[in-house]
């Protein structure tokens, strides 16, 4: 029940029009409570609508309308709209009011003004009201009350959804109430994150390290791990001096083993991987299909804003039960701008992060999480075009799977292949990883390192991990296997998104370092107690977890070189005529390292091509070599990076692409053929 303060009952009938308000006026109220506004008209006085006789207009009235919205009629509000907003809700399941605003056919202030007026309260329009100092956050926002400050007692304002509407107007025709005002939820939302923006602030940065410091990446390297890396490298450096070519020797066996390692795991995954076929397009009734939240976190991505704003209205679940999140930096003014230009809809809430440390993605998805109204939810990017089916599919997944499957990552596609060369190498990379070698993982059940996009998880499971390390700058890879030392699994699933390519160099090696940079800090959480981690993922899964890991950290800094220095060694004679039982050792295995390793490389690509219809690409396959010295120059930066900055975070610009293989009609599932690169 609403808070109510007892006064005698109203001499109206609930269906009159009520007569003017001020709030300013209320005994009780002394203006302390109120802060000067800029226009001066933070509150609004409540008036008569805009019917000229109340009883012709409430004998109107639809008896079969629902009371969160059948007051609108009186303010303008055909009641064809409002019947047909009554019909969709009831074949969604949701409230008429959600309906209403979601779909756009009343906008907020209206709403909520006009529910201000039928419930002669004042309405609060702007800026200009001070709250407690004391709020519950999140929940005073998700319960739509929040109490008012410099006051001699209790007020509130209040912003009601669904059925607090008729509970509300209920408790009001009781018992009359000077102390609620009236503001929409999108206006509440904002005052409550003005007035706690420490505390955002701070749950954001720090809700991983609170709860585990061990599985964040806040403390960098731990003082064990520390005094362990001094100690190898100074016996490494010993052995070196004293035995540099037995030193060589041995290091060599190791790496190649390691890598023989990582090969095998990597054809065990692009054997296991297979196509799914997209599953058919009867879906769960809409009544029965949850709330599904989608985070967004943007900055400097005000190019991208109309494109983004498409790609989300393409998609093919009911409006009412969308809860969309856009997360904002404090200065970027011009993405904020070109978000507010779209105007306020139901299920779309900007939120403006805080300003605080680290700057980087994750922090601003857990600026969101609380506030988060969904079962399920999504991480989308600004550049992303998802599968519009894609959330039914996801929803249809979760349904039939075990709780401990808590988080599926759709296929990502590049989408600028035709831009540069640069694009068309990376659109082979991620056909590989992403339609071949994580489908095999995920196959497996073994864990593995996540895209940074088109992430569904289950809210519960997410909150428990406490949320994204805002400390690791490749919050996809860590969730991932944070999520796996606690007993859930990921998988793969036939939906493609399709993402932009940085078509420039600079571009690309500013993104790769940051990416490379990430893996080094995950690898170091996950080896902070290497006892914890066998305990948690079993010997055979930390082990598979490792190699994943060291595919993504190790293979990309020493993989070139280490080809480099087999080319020399072949072209010089020191394998084809080794020399002694350990040389002979290390030839055997440098050649199965070459055997296994070619296909382990083309065999993943080739598939992916041919699975995302890209196989005119098969030329540039040639040029892998060079591309991996690009990757190898982009970790050792990231090495720097790790130790100078290790939470920078390079913003990688997007809406510069010149072309496009996005299928033209919609899509569902799998793409369908397009026009060459």
Not at 14 to 30: H, I, N, Q, T
Not at 253 to 279: D, Q
Not at 453 to 462: C, E, I, K, P
Not at 613 to 636: D, G, H, K, Q, T
Request: net charge positive; with cysteine; charged share 20%.
């Amino acid at each position: 029940m609403w808070p109510i303060t007892q006064k005698p009952a109203p001499t109206e009938t609930w269906r009159r029009r009520s007569e003017g308000a001020d709030l300013r006026r209320k005994p009780g109220f002394d203006g302390s409570a109120l802060r000067a506004s800029p226009r001066g008209d933070h509150i609004q006085k409540s008036s008569p609508g805009p019917v000229a006789n109340a009883n012709d207009a409430a004998a109107r009235v639809p008896q079969n309308l629902p009371g969160e919205i059948a007051f609108l009629i009186h303010y303008g509000v055909a009641p064809g709209v409002l019947l047909a907003a009554a019909a969709t809700a009831r074949a969604q399941g949701v409230t008429a009011d959600a309906v209403l605003l979601a779909e756009g056919s009343v906008s907020e202030d209206h709403f909520y003004g006009s529910l201000a007026r039928y419930l002669r309260l004042p309405f609060v329009a702007d800026a200009g009201v001070r709250l407690a100092a004391a709020i519950d956050y999140p929940q005073c926002v998700k319960a739509g009350v929040v109490p008012l400050a410099g006051l001699d007692r209790t007020a509130f304002v209040v912003a009601p959804r669904g059925q607090a509407i008729g509970a509300l107007n209920a408790a009001l025709r009781r018992n009359a109430s000077d102390a609620l005002v009236v503001t929409t939820p999108t206006h509440l939302s904002e005052l409550v994150h003005a007035a706690a923006h420490r505390e955002i602030s701070q749950r954001a940065s720090l809700g991983l390290w609170s709860l585990d410091p061990w599985l964040c990446a806040r403390g960098g390297a731990g003082r064990g791990q520390s005094i362990a890396a001094l100690i190898g490298i100074g016996a490494f450096a010993a052995c070196l001096a004293l035995a540099p070519g037995a030193t060589v020797t041995v290091c060599e066996m190791m790496l190649s083993l390691a890598f023989l390692a990582v090969i095998w795991l990597r054809l065990a995954a692009c054997a296991a991987s297979r196509e799914v076929p997209a599953p058919p397009p009867a879906f769960l009734d809409d009544a029965k299909l949850p709330i599904y939240s989608i985070v967004i976190a943007l900055y400097r991505e005000a190019r991208v804003v109309p494109q983004l704003l498409a790609a989300l209205d393409a998609i093919d679940y009911p409006r009412a039960k969308l809860d969309i999140k856009f997360v904002v930096e404090e200065d970027d003014a011009d993405t904020l701008r070109a978000l507010t230009r779209a105007g306020r809809v139901r299920g779309r809430e900007i939120i403006v992060a805080p300003a605080g440390v680290p700057r980087t993605k994750p922090r601003a998805l857990n600026v969101a999480l609380p506030l988060l109204r969904g079962q399920f939810v999504v991480v989308f990017d600004a550049e992303d075009v998802p599968d519009p089916a894609q959330i039914k599919i996801a929803v249809r997944r979760f349904a039939e799977a075990p709780r401990s499957l808590c988080c599926l990552q759709a296929r990502l596609a590049i989408d600028n292949a035709g831009d540069s060369w640069l694009t068309r190498l990376f659109a082979i990379e991620y056909a590989a990883i992403f339609h071949v070698i994580n489908v095999g993982f995920g196959a497996l059940r073994l864990p593995f390192p996540l895209g940074g996009s088109s992430n569904h998880f289950r809210v519960d499971a997410l909150r428990k991990i406490g949320g994204w390390d805002a400390w690791n700058v490749t919050e996809d890879a860590d969730v991932g296997l944070r999520l796996a030392r606690l007993g859930y699994y990921a998988e793969t699933f036939p939906s493609v998104t399709y993402e932009e390519a940085p078509a420039k160099f600079k571009d690309f090696l500013g993104q790769r370092r940051r990416w490379c940079k990430g893996w080094y800090q995950t690898l170091i959480v996950l080896l902070r107690s290497p006892a914890r981690l066998v305990r948690e993922l079993g010997a055979a899964r930390c082990a598979a977890t490792l190699l994943v890991l060291l595919s993504y950290a190790l293979a990309p800094l020493v993989g070139p070189l280490c080809a480099l220095w087999l080319a020399v060694d072949v072209t010089f004679g020191r394998l084809q005529a080794p020399s002694g039982a350990f040389q002979i050792g290390l030839a055997t295995l440098w050649i199965s390292v070459c055997v296994a390793g070619v296909p382990a490389i083309l065999w993943p690509a080739l598939v992916g091509l041919k699975r995302r219809r890209l196989l005119s690409l098969w030329p540039w396959l040639l040029l892998l070599p060079f591309y991996s010295l690009l990757v190898c120059f982009a970790a050792w930066i990231g090495i720097y990076d790790l130790l100078v900055r290790p939470q920078h975070w390079y913003k990688t610009e997007h809406g510069l692409a010149r072309t496009s293989r996005r299928p033209s009609p919609p899509f569902l599932g799998q793409q369908t053929p397009a026009a060459g690169a």
